[in-house]
C-alpha cells in the first residue's frame, strides 16, 4: 500500500487579477508554480477542477490555500 501524500494547490489572487497557481508540498517545504491564469472565476475554477481530477485520481489527498498578493 503506497503512503497518500497531501498535495496542497496555493491559489494566489494577484492585483491585476490575474491568478497564480502553484502546488506545496508540506512534508519537503517545496513549491511548484503551475502556470499563471486570465482574471475571472470560471479559468480558475476550471483549472483546479482538473488538478483535483489529477491528484484524486492518483490517490492523494488535496488541500488549498487562497492568498491575495501584495498590492
Do not use: N, W
Not at 5 to 16: P, Q, S, Y
Not at 37 to 44: C, D, F, K, L, V
Not at 47 to 55: K, M
Amino acid at each position: 500500500m503506497t503512503k497518500q501524500l497531501e498535495c496542497r494547490i496555493v491559489i494566489t489572487r494577484r492585483a491585476d487579477a490575474r491568478i497564480d497557481l502553484g502546488m506545496y508540498d508540506p512534508l519537503s517545504a517545496k513549491y511548484e508554480p503551475l502556470g499563471t491564469h486570465g482574471p475571472g472565476e470560471r479559468t480558475i475554477d476550471k483549472a483546479v477542477l482538473r488538478l483535483r481530477d489529477s491528484i484524486g485520481r492518483a490517490g492523494h489527498l488535496l488541500t488549498f490555500s487562497d492568498v491575495s498578493a501584495p498590492r
